[in-house]
């Protein structure tokens, strides 16, 4: 147990009145070792003063809790292999925080490991979220002039919907790779958990996409789906022949279909824009979208996209493997 500073005042006193470091360890109850290394670590010129010695003493406690946690081999060994399987220092902290039941580390610290000076050689940066030195301002897709057939506007969705309380309601868009006539990732994500789907399909056409949307939620539940105006939803109606209602976001309001961006910007990390894939195989697709979905997310309470699909699909009497 560390020495409280009512016992340094003690101590002052009693080291002052010239008493020897084995009677004051005695009177406090304490070894006379560690009065004497009291003694020494925090004295001030020839002798020994209390609110100095407490001043020295949590300078260096400070100092410690500040490095203190790199120092510890399975701490510094978690911390650098989540942040080579991407996850971010906030949700490291956050996993950390949840799985130990207090705060172990701060992103904050773990951000100021990664950039201190004297680990530049580890290029811990690498690691980190997009690599971008420059921010880009994100713009909605070019507005159609074909009208899409019986569009119903996202202004009419249910109030249910929009308070993520409920399983079931997803956003789906494309994303293209280098050439804008060849192959496309379609994406589907779902608005309570966070939890992607994405398939690999030849071309940005109407006929593939409402394929792959077939595709996805075959395996499960939809009872809404918001996109946004792009020519490759105009067959969204045979979705509501499966019972799944259809609505469509503004245009150029992509913060609308806000989790679907975002979660596009993940898959952006591993494929960067003009990114060509031409030769991206769905299996690596595939474990793109297992990594996303099984990394701890802030807005979950740091548990992982698939944690809380579970849980939902077992509230509902059901259960999915990936």
Request: net charge positive; proline share 3%.
């Amino acid at each position: 147990m560390q020495i409280q500073p009512n016992e340094r005042d003690k101590i002052a006193v009693w080291s002052g009145s010239g008493l020897s470091a084995r009677e004051i360890g005695r009177r406090l109850g304490r070894d006379h070792t560690v009065i004497n290394r009291e003694l020494k670590r925090n004295r001030f010129d020839d002798g020994y003063i209390a609110i100095h010695a407490q001043h020295l003493a949590a300078k260096r406690n400070h100092q410690l809790k500040k490095g203190c946690w790199w120092q510890k081999p399975w701490l510094y060994s978690y911390v650098v292999e989540k942040l080579r399987d991407s996850w971010s220092p906030e949700q490291i902290s956050g996993r950390l925080k949840l799985e130990r039941g207090c705060q172990i580390i701060s992103h904050e610290s773990i951000y100021r490991f990664i950039y201190d000076p004297k680990n530049k050689d580890k290029r811990l940066w690498e690691y980190l979220t997009r690599k971008q030195r420059k921010r880009y301002k994100k713009y909605g897709r070019k507005v159609q002039r074909t009208r899409i057939p019986n569009r119903v506007s996202i202004h009419t969705r249910g109030k249910r919907v929009n308070n993520r309380k409920q399983f079931g309601h997803w956003e789906g868009d494309s994303i293209i790779g280098r050439q804008t006539k060849s192959k496309v990732i379609h994406t589907e994500v779902e608005r309570k958990t966070r939890y992607l789907q994405a398939i690999i399909i030849n071309s940005k056409s109407a006929t593939n996409t409402i394929e792959a949307q077939k595709k996805i939620f075959a395996k499960l539940p939809a009872k809404t789906i918001t996109m946004d105006n792009g020519l490759e939803f105009v067959k969204h109606e045979e979705l509501n022949q499966l019972g799944i209602k259809t609505y469509f976001a503004d245009p150029y309001c992509s913060g609308q279909r806000g989790t679907n961006e975002n979660t596009n910007g993940l898959i952006r990390r591993y494929l960067p824009k003009k990114t060509s894939f031409e030769n991206l195989s769905q299996e690596e697709l595939d474990d793109i979208v297992f990594e996303i979905n099984n990394r701890p997310r802030k807005v979950l309470q740091f548990s992982t996209p698939f944690e809380v699909l579970q849980k939902s699909l077992l509230f509902n009497g059901g259960a999915f493997r990936m």
